[in-house]
């Protein structure tokens, strides 16, 4: 044992795991938490995107992807690009500015931070008079327009961030030209918009927040127009030729305003309230576009009515007699159009309107009609409904993986069929070496099959088991379903939904065969169903079985959720997986362990109570064995009652990951009311937490016993053709887990394909195994006589595995939270342990057996363990003699939800939460990273016209 | 009856030679006896394997005086400490047991027939402010039966004194194993696990790794009430003063962390049930590569958990009759082979 314990020093060893090992994150998928700043360089066709947290990520073409963080940690609250520069300027919310550029370095572009710069006032003067409120990046490149609350627009030379503090626009000078009787120094409070003239760069437009508009000669320095509105002012607007502007309003008002060389104090030429009469909220955003057939287009935020509409996240299109307020789920957290970029262009013709809400982008396709959405090739709304649980599958083949595709083709017919309207830089990674789909299961009862392969996870199909069940929410119920004449016209985008209708729906588990196309799903009611795909829609009548899973055993009473009543009769399931067998367990406990055999046509299940295994072929049970300990009355009373305690403990936790996040918040500080209301949830929850530490935490020392509770809860279930009996003959196995240190071995008898039909599948209990410290089996494997796991079912009989050799001794590894066990088989006696808890005082979350290929020669590779342990570490655990290679530390260990999501890949790759809305894709492998690599070049930009980009082939492609 | 006679001091042999011998000696080859010695503090000790034999025979300065009772009426409370202090005259109550008839009659076993359950160890490798007790679960029903909690504790740095934190023992359940054995207390600082140093560990991986080891725990301690410490050197505590000239280096205590992992081994074997039969320990496989090193190590734990049990407790016990004893001489004092780890057994 002692040996194993020891660090190698074997020289050549520890060179073959640099060459071997090797631990990045590479990059985040899906879409980023709590957004709160966009962005868009039409010269670059970039994207930015500015985090709560202080990160700020750009995205063009699918695959160009940059990330940067500020070392503040504070919100980004504006993201401006530099005109036709590789370059953007942050403002966050401690008034800090931040310029970033692209550069390239190495053959790919890289994000970096130049400069940094406060805005200081003269001493004594409130921070209020430096408090930026509008940024504007002025076309010569050169220099910064900051409006601050003050009302005073100070200039910045760029990249120096030196103010030049001759320019500064001064309220007192805006008011020289203004006529008194209607204005005084308070019309020149706040600088609520600041925009350069389209055609003539001398001429900037600015806004006060009291409705004041002024037109500032920066050559002569004065104010050369000024407009003056009746109500609170919220935005502006250029038209294109720079004859007219559009400001709107707080009262959900918007005016157009004509600027002449005549008129010097014009009166508006139009003044409406899109969804008056009765009081509508504000207009906080607008745009006016131009196009060929002269009607524009209009397109802002908000002015709902208050009163009915006041709840509604909405941004309106209005052209010509098309008008359509598109109705978001989540805040809007801002929003751009894209549109002609060619400065010579006479018209605007917007193709698309891009909006950044709090929890998913949606992108309209303003070209075609019906202005359908773009499907996003990224930032994906993963948590559409919460994610309970995801399934890695490695290499698909090629045949699945265009049946995947086209069954979620079908789905996304109401798509726009527009390639990727932001395709800045080109992707210059090598294409991904393999076909991976990461599913992941959520709480509406749906599972997602994502393109894991490359840096982009793009959806590729939606399965839905809600319509085997009989659920109360009626699935024709759609809030699309508005009148023609409705008022506000409004249109329901997006995906995410955080309601679920029922949670019992939940997918727990779930199991691919890549082979057969066979999946298992399993849910939150103990549902286990079985699918195939079929590429036609089908109406078919779902078998349905039952697992009792008790067996008679008297005197239990389950207080938990009821099972999920099924449909009856024929059900229509359009292309796709479709479920042909139903087996729900009984009680209806969550279901914590599946396994799948396509070859045997078994699938097994376990719960808290038992396990069972089904026939799916024959649709018959073929055993279920209850695996609960007698005195074990929690695991019968069902999740109402149960584990109290886990509760308590959870709330704590989530009150210290508060905790944390509300002290970083604090710090920002911050006026306004929203903030205010942080501050007293903050002292409120500060004050429950000092209450809560009064009580020292303890934990009690116990050693455990066969009597605790949740013993019998099923944790792993394994499948496996070897030698349980005797040195002989092999036979196929079920092998089962459970919390409390049990493993249980099935011999099964399965008939030969001819006779699969006419004799049942038969079992029997060969093995039981009791681990003395009864720790939970997190995972069971079976080594073949190379000491090699043995191969997936199916995998053989597609070439794409070594047979397993079947000669020598077959090993048995067990791996419980606590120890690593191999035993010999089939004389069940102990060989090796490696025992990790009792020495480091970590337990195992995760383990799965991957396969890493030498950086150097192609022709080694070796299989290890890969382990995540409760304290957030990765270690790479060498077979078949448990010797710790490698570790490294990968997820804070408070970050409780990033340990459980975490799903590792056969090749040493790796994916966890880092919010409710993204994936962390990390790599142990030196041989498989897929990271991103691309490239943004600076366009010409002395011709007129716009330089289309080679990223646009990419983006249809992959869109 | 007296005997006298000789021995190689260099070369005592094993004890069932020796016991041969006696038997021999006093012609009682089938008597099953009891043997035991006085050492130099006038304690009245057992010898019943090799190890205290050893002991027995390296103390002897130069006369080793052995005592045998026959075993079916033996007087176990002669044996331990302070016994010929306490008792005036040892002999007498041998020779003359009608004197104690009062006494009630209970039968307790040999010392070495009990299950430990909790110990000190490492006793002269420690600082003496610290305590390494071992626990052992296996075999009793009682739950461990204790709590730790965060805590803080000033420790001796080189920037001066540093507040640094620590693990402690915040709650013992009445009735417990930890309570029951009185060596571990409310406060104590738990500093080691198994030989693992638990600073720069959170509470819940110290937590987790208790539980793992809980099948034969041992934590060092610094206890809170220091004046019960075991005092090195001395006669006061009555642990028979052996290893008075302890020739490991003190405060290394790590040197056994890896042994006791191995020790491990033996006493946690996994359970197989094969076709619903009889439950039956899984044996250890063993491949020719690691046989002799796991082996040796048994062999080695063996010694190391059989040495030197001594009996410190005060039971009422009847008294022997027609007990047996003899002195002998042993020639000249030899080197001292053997060390000894000072164990106590609490019971």
């Known amino acids: 044992m002692r040996r194993f314990l020891r660090p190698g020093h074997d020289p050549v060893r520890e060179r073959l795991k640099r060459d071997l090992f090797q631990f990045n994150k590479t990059v985040e998928h899906g879409f980023p938490h709590q957004p709160s700043a966009l962005g868009y360089s039409p010269f670059l066709r970039l994207m930015a995107i500015g985090t709560r947290s202080g990160a700020i990520k750009l995205y063009g073409a699918p695959g160009v992807e940059f990330m940067g963080l500020h070392e503040e940690n504070n919100t980004v609250m504006q993201i401006h690009f530099i005109p036709d520069q590789c370059q953007l300027v942050t403002l966050l919310d401690d008034n800090s500015l931040h310029l970033w550029s692209l550069k390239q370095h190495g053959g790919t572009s890289e994000l970096r931070e130049e400069n940094r710069f406060t805005l200081k006032g003269p001493p004594g003067s409130p921070p209020s008079a430096t408090q930026v409120t509008a940024v504007l990046p002025h076309s010569s490149r050169e220099v910064l327009y900051l409006g601050t609350e003050s009302g ?11 103010v030049l503090e001759d320019r500064t626009i001064t309220p007192e000078a805006v008011l020289q030209r203004i006529p008194e ?6 019309s020149c409070e706040l600088v609520e918009a600041l925009r350069e003239h389209p055609k003539n760069p001398d001429q900037i437009l600015i806004g006060y927040s009291r409705g004041l508009i002024v037109l500032w000669d920066l050559q002569n320095n004065k104010a050369t127009h000024h407009f003056l509105g009746s109500q609170q002012l919220e935005n502006l607007y250029w038209q294109r030729d720079g004859s007219k502007f559009i400001s709107c309003h707080y009262d959900g008002s918007y005016s157009q305003w004509p600027v002449s060389s005549d008129n010097r104090q014009a009166e508006p030429l139009e003044n409406t309230v899109p969804y008056g009469p009765f009081p509508c909220k504000a207009i906080s955003k607008i745009y006016w576009q131009t196009t060929k057939n002269g009607l524009p287009y209009i397109i802002f935020q908000g002015g709902m009515p208050r009163a009915s509409y006041g709840d509604r996240h909405s941004i309106s299109v209005i052209h010509g007699s098309q008008q359509t307020a ?19 262009a006479e018209f605007d013709d917007p193709s698309a309107l891009v909006v950044l809400a709090e929890e998913e982008l949606v992108v309209i396709d303003l070209k075609s009609a019906g202005w359908p959405a773009v499907h996003p090739p990224y930032l994906a709304s993963l948590h559409c409904s919460a994610i309970t649980c995801s399934h890695h599958v490695s290499n698909i083949p090629l045949k699945l993986w265009e049946r995947i595709i086209s069954a979620g083709s079908k789905q996304n017919i109401h798509y726009s069929s527009m390639p990727w309207p932001i395709d800045g830089g080109t992707n210059i990674a090598p294409d991904p070496p393999q076909r991976d789909l990461l599913l992941t299961g959520h709480e509406d009862g749906t599972v997602r099959f994502w393109d894991a392969s490359g840096v982009c996870l793009h959806l590729l199909y939606k399965l839905s088991t809600v319509r085997v ?21 409004l249109r329901k985008v997006g995906t995410f939904d955080p309601y679920s209708d029922d949670p019992r729906l939940g997918i727990q588990k779930i199991y691919l065969c890549k082979y057969s196309g066979y999946l ?14 079929n590429d036609e829609d089908a109406e078919h009548v779902v078998d349905h079985a039952e697992a009792d899973l008790l067996q008679d055993q008297e005197g239990y009473r389950w207080k938990g959720h009821e099972k999920l009543k099924t449909r009856d009769g024929p059900v229509r399931f359009e292309a796709g997986f479709q479920p042909f067998v139903l087996v729900q367990c009984q009680p209806p406990a969550v279901v914590t362990s599946l396994a799948l055999h396509s070859e045997w046509r078994l699938v097994a299940f376990g719960t808290s109570h038992g396990f069972g295994l089904f026939d799916h072929q024959q649709k018959r049970l073929v055993f279920v064995k209850c695996t609960l300990h007698p005195s074990d009355q929690l695991a019968l009373e069902g999740p109402l009652s149960r584990v109290k305690s886990l509760k308590k403990s959870l709330r704590q936790s989530f009150r210290r990951i508060r905790r944390s996040r509300v002290s970083s918040r604090k710090r920002r500080g911050g006026g306004g009311n929203a903030s205010e209301v942080q501050e007293a949830n903050a002292k409120f929850d500060q004050d429950v937490l000092q209450e809560m530490e009064l009580a020292p935490v303890q934990r009690k020392i116990e050693a455990r016993s066969a009597e605790d509770s949740f013993t019998g809860f099923v944790r792993t279930l394994y499948f496996a053709d070897t030698f349980l009996r005797d040195s002989s003959r092999h036979c196929p196995s079920l092998w089962a887990g459970t919390n409390g240190g049990t493993v249980y071995a099935f011999c099964l008898r399965v008939p030969p394909a001819e006779r699969r039909m006419d004799e049942p599948v038969r079992a029997e209990q060969a093995k039981e195994i009791q681990l003395m410290h009864r720790a939970p089996v997190v995972g069971i494997l079976v080594l073949d006589g190379r000491s090699t796991p043995l191969p997936e079912p199916l995998e053989v009989a597609h070439d794409l595995s070594k047979s397993p050799d079947m000669q020598g001794s077959h090993q048995l590894l067990v791996v419980s939270e606590e120890q690593f066990k191999v035993f010999t088989l089939p004389k069940v006696s102990s060989k090796l342990k490696l025992k990790l808890t009792a020495l480091e005082g970590c337990r195992v979350r995760k383990v799965t ?45 408070e970050d409780v939800s990033g340990i459980a999501s975490c799903v590792f890949t056969k090749y040493g790759q790796g994916f966890y939460l880092i919010s409710p809305s993204e994936f962390e894709r990390f790599s142990l492998s030196t041989k498989w990273l897929v990271e991103p690599r691309c490239v943004v070049d600076m366009p010409e930009v002395t011709t007129n016209n716009h330089v289309h980009k080679p990223g646009t082939e990419n983006a249809a492609r992959k869109s | 009856e007296f005997r006298r006679f000789s021995l190689e001091r260099s070369k005592p042999g094993k004890f069932e030679e020796f016991y041969g011998l006696l038997q021999h000696v006093h012609k009682i080859p089938n008597v099953d006896v009891l043997v035991g010695y006085t050492d130099i503090h006038g304690d009245l000790l057992p010898i019943n394997n090799d190890d205290n034999y050893h002991k027995a025979v390296s103390t002897a300065n130069p006369l080793l005086r052995i005592f045998i009772q026959r075993k079916e009426d033996a007087d176990y409370s002669a044996f331990g400490t302070d016994t010929m202090t306490r008792k005036k005259n040892v002999l007498s109550n041998v020779l003359r047991p009608d004197n104690h008839k009062k006494k009630p009659h209970i039968v307790i076993s040999m010392p070495q027939d009990f299950r430990p359950v909790s110990s000190i160890i490492d006793v002269d490798i420690l600082p003496e402010t610290h305590r390494r007790v071992r626990l052992y679960k296996y075999g009793t029903d009682k739950p461990l039966g204790f709590y730790i909690r965060d805590g803080s504790s000033v420790r001796v740095t080189p920037h001066g004194l540093e507040k640094v934190p620590g693990i402690f023992i915040s709650r013992l359940v009445p009735g417990g194993l930890a309570q029951s054995t009185g060596l571990l207390a409310v406060n104590d600082e738990v500093l080691e696990v198994n ?13 987790d790794m208790m539980i793992a080891n809980s099948r034969n725990l041992i934590i060092t301690v610094r206890p809170a009430n220091q004046r019960n410490n075991v005092v090195r050197n001395s006669r006061t505590s009555g642990s028979s003063g052996q290893s008075t000239e302890s020739s490991l280096p003190s405060s290394t205590p790590n040197i056994l962390g890896s042994l006791l992992q191995g020790e491990e081994e033996s006493d946690e074997e996994d359970i197989i049930i094969e076709d619903s039969g009889e439950p039956q320990q899984i044996p250890k496989a063993t491949p020719a590569s690691e046989s002799i090193e796991s082996l040796s190590q048994i062999e080695l734990l063996h010694e190391s958990t059989q040495n030197g049990f001594l009996p410190s407790s005060e039971m009422n016990l009847n008294h022997s009759t027609g007990s047996i004893s003899m002195e002998y001489e042993a020639p000249e004092p030899g080197p001292k082979s053997l060390e000894e780890d000072g164990t106590i057994i609490t019971l």
């Open chain 1, 152 to 162: 005073n627009i100070f200039v910045v030379e760029l990249p120096s961030f030196r």
């Open chain 1, 181 to 186: 009787d209607n204005c005084n120094r308070r």
């Open chain 1, 326 to 344: 598109f109705d978001f789920t989540s805040r809007v957290i801002d929003f751009f159009i894209i549109f002609s970029s060619d400065p010579a």
């Open chain 1, 469 to 489: 069940f009989l659920t109360d929410a009626d699935p024709n119920d759609n809030m699309n379903t508005l009148g023609e004449d409705e008022w506000p016209p």
């Open chain 1, 520 to 533: 298992a799903v399993a849910g939150t009611a103990g549902q286990v169903l079985v699918m195939e795909l």
């Open chain 1, 849 to 893: 057996v991957a396969n890493f290929g030498s950086c150097k020669t192609d022709d080694y590779s070796e299989n290890d363990l890969a382990v995540l342990t409760n304290l957030g570490d990765i270690q790479i655990i060498s077979l078949p003699f448990l010797k710790l290679q490698i570790r490294y530390p990968c997820i804070r260990k």
């Open chain 2, 195 to 207: 030989g693992i140093e638990v600073s720069g560990k959170s509470l819940d991986q110290v937590t």
